[in-house]
């Protein structure tokens, strides 16, 4: 499966942004989906994950109650909303693709396929 991110940008602290991510290729709703972020100097860092049904969603501990993954399987597209932003989310958002079943989403090599990032600034 082939992914595009888009919808990163700057914004000023406190505002919001939604990104999305496109699938083309296979089967998007074969998928169990993630979306991490990479700062520079840093790791790549999980941000959130959800099932092929989106029934099931899982963030990493920075962003719960700011952050809302969804997807619509319609469309081929994963969303990330992002809410009551801080310039700790300065990053490149990368979208991801799993196979497998579990709730291993935070781990980088459990993905197969990688989108090609966009990027967030968030101005202070």
């Known amino acids: 499966v082939q992914l595009q991110a888009s919808g990163g940008g700057l914004v000023q602290a406190g505002g919001s942004l939604r990104l999305s991510c496109a699938a083309s290729?296979?089967?998007?709703?074969?998928?169990?989906m993630g979306w991490f972020r990479q700062a520079p100097g840093k790791e790549r860092e999980f941000v959130a994950g959800?099932?092929?049904?989106?029934?099931?969603?899982y963030y990493g501990d920075s962003v719960k109650g700011r952050f809302t993954i969804s997807r619509d399987n319609a469309k081929n597209t994963v969303y990330l909303q992002m809410n009551s932003l801080d310039a700790e989310d300065t990053a490149v958002y990368f979208c991801?693709?799993?196979?497998?079943?579990?709730?291993?989403?935070?781990?980088?090599?459990?993905?197969?396929?990688w989108g090609q990032g966009t990027q967030v600034t968030v101005s202070s």
């Open positions: 991801a693709a799993r196979q497998r079943d579990g709730r291993l989403y935070y781990v980088r090599e459990e993905y197969c396929c």
């Open positions: 290729g296979r089967t998007f709703s074969a998928y169990n």
């Open positions: 959800i099932s092929r049904s989106g029934y099931s969603t």
